[in-house]
């Protein structure tokens, strides 16, 4: 019995000699305060946080900021890029879950707003940014669903498509002009444990569909994945899921956005977990991690505690 002992003591401390992760202490925040939602993005020679203002019980938030860094990790703000109140005539609360994309040598900025998804457009990635209908793109009720949490995914060929939604993953064309689209050929998807904030982008040919499970509150919010050899889909759920979730400290790990560093294969993850300490569904705070892919092109389970080192763009 005492060798047996021994012999289950040398295993336990040769398997944790190799499981060092401080899953009490995670690694800091990139952006200062509350914010959620955040759709990254690179443009020129610095990368783009798009995020929801969080702190309010209700997500009652107005307006939307943007921050930009030449390395990943040290991030400036660029201050409020749309306000509601001031440059929207038709909501003025409730700003969610926004996404930027680029075509016609502009940028296009897709928001949720009072449960209506709008969109506007400015020469710079940091705005002004100017409303671009006078009237949602996607009107509250247009479909089951809450009409929230809109990204736009720009393809080889210069076509782009919109997902939203919540309850569902909603897709269409958009029309070339970007702001419009027809509503007859909107095709309706709610893959195996899709809740919300969905993401798409394009690796080796393959089209990648990420979402969020759970609900933002829940602690077990988290991400998971489908792919397709069409942005339309179908997709089909990886075995391997979910991607992302929360750990040890890490709470209600969610609510994605995935960026390639120009020019290589090489991916980040960009999203919202409870503040730490004392957060919640209310309270949350945005980190970044490296993403990788195996040989066959599974996406491997994000590692919430590792620091992501900085990253240049040539």
Same mark, same amino acid.
């Given at each position: 019995m005492?060798?047996t002992?021994?012999?289950?003591c *040398?295993?336990?401390f040769?398997?944790?000699a190799?499981?060092q992760?401080d899953t009490?202490?995670?690694? &800091?925040?990139?952006?200062?305060?509350v914010?959620?939602d955040?759709h990254?993005?690179?443009f020129?020679k610095?990368f783009?946080?798009y995020?929801?203002t969080d702190?309010?019980?209700?997500?009652?938030?107005t307006?939307?900021?943007a921050?930009?860094?030449k390395?990943?990790?040290?991030w400036k703000s660029?201050?409020?890029?749309? !306000?509601?109140?001031r440059?929207?005539?038709?909501?003025?609360? %409730?700003?969610?879950a926004?996404a930027? &994309?680029?075509k016609n040598g502009?940028y296009?900025y897709?928001?949720?707003?009072d449960?209506n998804?709008?969109? &506007?457009v400015? !020469?710079?990635p940091t705005?002004?940014?100017?409303?671009a209908?006078g009237? $949602?793109l996607?009107k509250?009720g247009a479909l089951k669903? #809450?009409?929230? !949490?809109?990204?736009?995914f720009v +393809? +080889?060929d210069?076509t782009a498509?919109?997902?939203?939604? #919540?309850?569902?993953c909603n897709?269409?064309k958009?029309? !070339?002009?970007m702001?419009?689209? +027809?509503?007859?050929?909107i095709i309706s998807?709610k893959?195996?444990?899709?809740?919300?904030?969905?993401?798409?982008?394009?690796?080796n040919?393959?089209y990648?569909l990420?979402?969020?499970?759970f609900d933002? %509150?829940?602690p %077990?919010y988290s991400? &998971?994945?489908?792919?397709?050899?069409?942005?339309m889909?179908?997709?089909v759920? *990886?075995? #391997?899921? $979910?991607?992302?979730?929360?750990?040890?400290v890490?709470?209600g790990?969610g609510h994605h956005?995935?960026?390639q560093?120009p020019?290589?294969?090489e991916?980040?993850?960009?999203?919202h %977990?409870?503040?730490i300490?004392?957060?919640?569904?209310?309270n949350?705070?945005t980190?970044?991690?490296?993403?990788?892919?195996?040989?066959?092109?599974n996406i491997l389970?994000? +590692?919430?505690f590792?620091?992501?080192?900085?990253?240049k763009?040539k």
């Amino acid at each position: 019995m005492k060798h047996t002992w021994l012999i289950s003591c *040398a295993i336990l401390f040769s398997t944790s000699a190799f499981s060092q992760t401080d899953t009490l202490n995670a690694p &800091a925040t990139v952006l200062p305060g509350v914010y959620a939602d955040p759709h990254i993005a690179a443009f020129g020679k610095k990368f783009y946080i798009y995020p929801t203002t969080d702190g309010s019980e209700g997500w009652m938030s107005t307006s939307f900021t943007a921050w930009s860094s030449k390395d990943l990790v040290k991030w400036k703000s660029e201050k409020v890029i749309l !306000d509601l109140p001031r440059d929207i005539s038709w909501a003025k609360e %409730r700003a969610w879950a926004p996404a930027i &994309a680029y075509k016609n040598g502009k940028y296009y900025y897709y928001f949720s707003a009072d449960v209506n998804i709008g969109v &506007a457009v400015a !020469d710079k990635p940091t705005g002004p940014f100017k409303d671009a209908l006078g009237k $949602p793109l996607v009107k509250k009720g247009a479909l089951k669903g #809450q009409m929230i !949490d809109p990204m736009v995914f720009v +393809d +080889d060929d210069g076509t782009a498509y919109l997902y939203f939604g #919540q309850g569902n993953c909603n897709i269409v064309k958009l029309n !070339d002009n970007m702001i419009s689209y +027809d509503a007859t050929k909107i095709i309706s998807i709610k893959p195996k444990g899709y809740n919300e904030g969905s993401f798409v982008f394009k690796r080796n040919g393959k089209y990648y569909l990420s979402w969020s499970e759970f609900d933002t %509150r829940d602690p %077990r919010y988290s991400v &998971a994945y489908a792919v397709s050899d069409s942005p339309m889909g179908p997709f089909v759920k *990886a075995e #391997q899921n $979910p991607i992302l979730k929360g750990k040890g400290v890490v709470k209600g790990a969610g609510h994605h956005s995935i960026v390639q560093v120009p020019g290589k294969d090489e991916f980040y993850i960009a999203y919202h %977990r409870f503040k730490i300490p004392g957060g919640n569904g209310y309270n949350r705070e945005t980190a970044i991690s490296p993403l990788r892919f195996d040989d066959k092109g599974n996406i491997l389970p994000v +590692d919430v505690f590792e620091i992501v080192k900085p990253v240049k763009i040539k």
